[in-house]
């Protein structure tokens, strides 16, 4: 029991905590809505648990899931997507408002959530340390259970973030207030970008 309450505590941890995920999570549910927030909620959920399962099984095999290649791959590709998505974060026009039909292009989707999990370098150390604090690797039944809950706790996790915009939505009825945290929280995600850039020397 002490073992499952570990974990548990570990993905909450993981996930509740900020970063390009959940502030992509708060913005979209300010400017969207919970609702239409919970698509890239589950990307991200369901990405990071599949993520976790194949380094989990990887290491069972004896494999090396994380090589130096493989991180600076990640930081380049990941840095690119982050980037891209924080520029479309601060243009977004100030004409859309709050929930309005020609606001789809700008909703993140599934496949953004789940896309992102895998281009993040963080992600992948979260689920490394997960893997190695728990010797997950060492039994698949292990791994499975540490799966689920990581599963179930960080679709939980980030669908709190989806909630907390809902609820600022009043906040950001005027227009000019939303462009104003649209581009701040772009803004934010160029930074993360630029950061793992900048610690492989690219810039």
């Known amino acids: ?53 194949l380094l989990g099984v990887g290491m069972s095999l004896g494999l090396e899931v994380l090589s130096p290649t493989l991180v600076v791959g990640l930081q380049i590709i990941g840095g690119c997507f982050i980037a891209y998505m924080g520029i479309s974060l601060f243009s977004a026009s100030q004409d859309e408002g709050l929930d309005t039909a020609n606001q789809g292009q700008n909703l993140p989707g599934f496949g953004k959530g789940l896309l992102l999990q895998w281009l993040n370098p963080k992600a992948w150390i979260a689920c490394l340390s997960g893997i190695t604090a728990f010797q997950v690797a060492q039994s698949f039944s292990l791994l499975v259970t540490f799966t689920s809950l990581y599963l179930l706790i960080c679709f939980a996790a980030i669908s709190c973030w989806a909630a907390l915009g809902n609820k600022l939505q009043g906040a950001f009825k005027n227009p000019r207030n939303l462009v104003r945290f649209n581009r701040f929280m772009g803004t934010c995600l160029l930074l993360i970008a630029v950061y793992l850039l900048v610690s492989i020397h690219l810039i």
């Open 1 to 53: 029991m002490s073992l499952l309450i570990a974990m548990c505590s570990f993905a909450l941890s993981m996930s509740i905590s900020p970063g390009p995920v959940n502030i992509i999570t708060l913005t979209s549910g300010i400017n969207h809505g919970f609702i239409r927030t919970l698509p890239f909620v589950a990307g991200a959920s369901i990405g990071f648990s599949l993520l976790l399962f």
